[in-house]
């Protein structure tokens, strides 16, 4: 049995400095990130650290053959992971705080092993990334679109059945009941664990690299298909047993039930390719291949004896102490505090603008903690004629970490609202932002109802249009102006069938022209 090579003592002193700066720089990240682990999402992560050490621990023989070699080029993914790092503590994104950190180690190992003995644990690296939870904005729209997706096909299989459903965004009406498929059913809680597994399975198999593809591009389309066949089979139970059905160890059981089918399914699809495209001469070859690189390797020689002038070698050591060292100070030092501007309040948002009189709405308490907002007003407008315009505004004093705005486009589908045509337009605002402004424009049906919307984000003096540009000039203000907060504006009006499109969309350019001006006095 080959023993674990020995550590030196300078190695180990080495590695508990970096241990120490890079728990200085992270700690509330990765504590954010566990304690996300506990959400039913995310489960699964708990296990994934102990996936890449096993994946470590079984390359151990040819780590401690394979000699070391120094290599500056690992201070490329070591910058880019300090810019990250500023970028997601700035920006306020914990997931760019993820991946800074996993940069940062790669760089590290890089930097101490070379390039040759790092691709011995390109694997369990790479599988480390699946320890990060998404982004709240990306994991909102993977949610959603899983519910779309495994509602529909539910409702197909279920008229396939003979069953009368008819489904409505993530709603399905069964007639005598309706069933909701809500984030527990999205399949997003055994989605990404199928596709680690698949991955998982593909790296075992040891095959061509097509098979080993196939098999980890099939866990995305069999996991939404399991889990329709689950919210099918939910439906095709409801008349017989009820509400037992949807909750309680049905539920639970049916989501474990359908990831071990769907691992049945992989294996099986293991076996038909072992079965239909035989690889014995090839898996020879590549036997052979391997204890060839076996016995080309050496073994590294290790002094245990603790030598001062070792500790502050080599100069790569020096550099990557030093760039996390100052890294730290930098950001225990420097005021990077928000210097949030005084405003007015929302809710003395005028009710009467020209010929548009407004009742004001409110939210229910935890539609507001769940939105992050500090500040908003819903104000529903009415002309003499009888148009109406809905007005939407939420301010945020903070866009930093765990805290951003949500956009409407992830909240509409979930409703049932179709999005038939979306996009960005110009709008003329004479006096006002340059004499014209970009919007993101929505025209909407959700059964014989249509609604057009137009929504913008108003950002410390910019009008945004998307989350992308939102987390770009949230870092840059938070580094040049201390600075992230900012808004998000939305209004509706219905499209009616006598008036046409064209009617609503000169209605809602022109109530926009209205507001942008008396906008600009509270965002």
């Known amino acids: 049995m080959n023993s674990l090579p020995k550590i030196r003592p300078e190695s180990f002193l080495k590695g508990l400095l970096y241990g120490l700066l890079l728990i200085s720089l992270y700690y509330s990240s990765y504590q954010y990130m566990i304690s996300t682990w506990g959400g039913a999402d995310y489960t699964y992560c708990y296990i994934v650290p102990f996936i890449v050490l096993y994946l470590i621990w079984e390359n151990r023989n040819s780590l401690r053959q394979k000699v070391s070699y120094t290599s500056w080029a690992g201070l490329v993914p070591l910058l880019l992971g300090l810019l990250f790092f500023w970028m997601g503590e700035l920006a306020g994104e914990y997931y760019t705080l993820f991946i800074s950190s996993w940069l940062v180690a790669v760089g590290l190992c890089w930097l101490h092993m070379g390039w040759h003995k790092l691709k011995q644990i390109w694997f369990p690296l790479f599988i480390s990334l699946a320890m990060f939870p998404l982004p709240q904005f990306l994991n909102t729209k993977i949610t959603l679109r899983l519910k779309l997706l495994s509602s529909e096909l539910g409702v197909a299989i279920m008229q396939l059945w003979g069953m009368s459903a008819h489904r409505e965004g993530n709603i399905i009406?069964?007639?005598?009941?309706?069933?909701?498929?809500?984030?527990?059913?999205?399949?997003?809680?055994?989605?990404?664990?199928?596709?680690?597994?698949?991955?998982?399975?593909?790296?075992?198999?040891?095959?061509?690299?097509?098979?080993?593809?196939?098999?980890?591009?099939?866990?995305?389309?069999?996991?939404?298909?399991?889990?329709?066949?689950?919210?099918?089979?939910?439906?095709?139970?409801?008349?017989?047993?009820?509400?037992?059905?949807?909750?309680?160890?049905?539920?639970?059981?049916?989501?474990?039930?359908?990831?071990?089918?769907?691992?049945?399914?992989?294996?099986?699809?293991?076996?038909?390719?072992?079965?239909?495209?035989?690889?014995?001469?090839?898996?020879?070859?590549?036997?052979?291949?391997?204890q060839e690189?076996?016995?080309?390797?050496?073994?590294?020689?290790?002094?245990?004896?603790?030598?001062?002038?070792?500790?502050?070698?080599?100069?790569?050591?020096?550099?990557?102490?030093?760039?996390?060292?100052?890294?730290?100070?930098?950001?225990?030092?420097?005021?990077?505090?928000?210097?949030?501007?005084?405003?007015?309040?929302?809710?003395?948002?005028?009710?009467?603008?020209?010929?548009?009189?407004?009742?004001?709405?409110?939210?229910?308490?935890?539609?507001?903690?769940?939105?992050?907002?500090?500040?908003?007003?819903?104000?529903?407008?009415?002309?003499?004629?009888?148009?109406?315009?809905?007005?939407?505004?939420?301010?945020?004093?903070?866009?930093?970490?765990?805290?951003?705005?949500?956009?409407?486009?992830?909240?509409?589908?979930?409703?049932?609202?179709?999005?038939?045509?979306?996009?960005?337009?110009?709008?003329?605002?004479?006096?006002?932002?340059?004499?014209?402004?970009r919007v993101r424009r929505a025209y909407t049906q959700k059964g014989a109802y249509r609604q057009l919307s137009y929504y913008w984000f108003p950002q410390r003096g910019r009008i945004l249009t998307n989350a992308y540009q939102l987390k770009i000039y949230n870092f840059w203000d938070a580094l040049t102006k201390q600075r992230t907060d900012g808004a998000l504006v939305r209004v509706i009006t219905p499209v009616h069938e006598e008036e046409g499109p064209q009617k609503a969309e000169e209605r809602l350019q022109g109530f926009v022209q209205e507001i942008v001006p008396i906008l600009n006095q509270y965002l």
């Open 173 to 290: 009406d069964l007639g005598y009941t309706q069933l909701q498929v809500v984030d527990a059913c999205s399949g997003l809680r055994y989605f990404f664990p199928l596709i680690l597994l698949g991955v998982l399975i593909a790296y075992f198999y040891r095959t061509k690299f097509w098979k080993s593809a196939l098999i980890v591009l099939s866990t995305a389309p069999l996991a939404i298909i399991t889990n329709g066949l689950r919210i099918a089979l939910a439906g095709m139970l409801y008349e017989i047993w009820g509400t037992k059905i949807a909750e309680g160890f049905f539920h639970g059981f049916s989501g474990w039930f359908i990831f071990m089918f769907s691992l049945g399914i992989l294996l099986l699809e293991i076996w038909l390719l072992n079965k239909f495209f035989p690889e014995t001469e090839e898996k020879l070859r590549l036997k052979a291949k391997g």
């Open 293 to 437: 690189r076996r016995e080309e390797m050496g073994e590294e020689t290790r002094n245990s004896k603790f030598e001062i002038r070792n500790f502050f070698s080599p100069p790569q050591f020096i550099v990557a102490v030093i760039l996390l060292g100052v890294t730290l100070a930098v950001f225990n030092t420097v005021d990077f505090r928000e210097n949030i501007p005084i405003k007015r309040p929302l809710n003395e948002f005028p009710l009467n603008i020209d010929n548009w009189t407004g009742t004001c709405e409110f939210m229910e308490q935890k539609f507001t903690d769940a939105l992050d907002l500090s500040d908003y007003v819903i104000v529903n407008y009415q002309d003499p004629m009888g148009s109406s315009v809905n007005f939407y505004a939420a301010y945020y004093e903070s866009q930093r970490k765990g805290e951003s705005i949500h956009s409407p486009g992830t909240c509409l589908p979930g409703s049932g609202w179709i999005f038939n045509q979306a996009g960005e337009i110009d709008i003329s605002t004479p006096g006002f932002h340059g004499g014209s402004m």
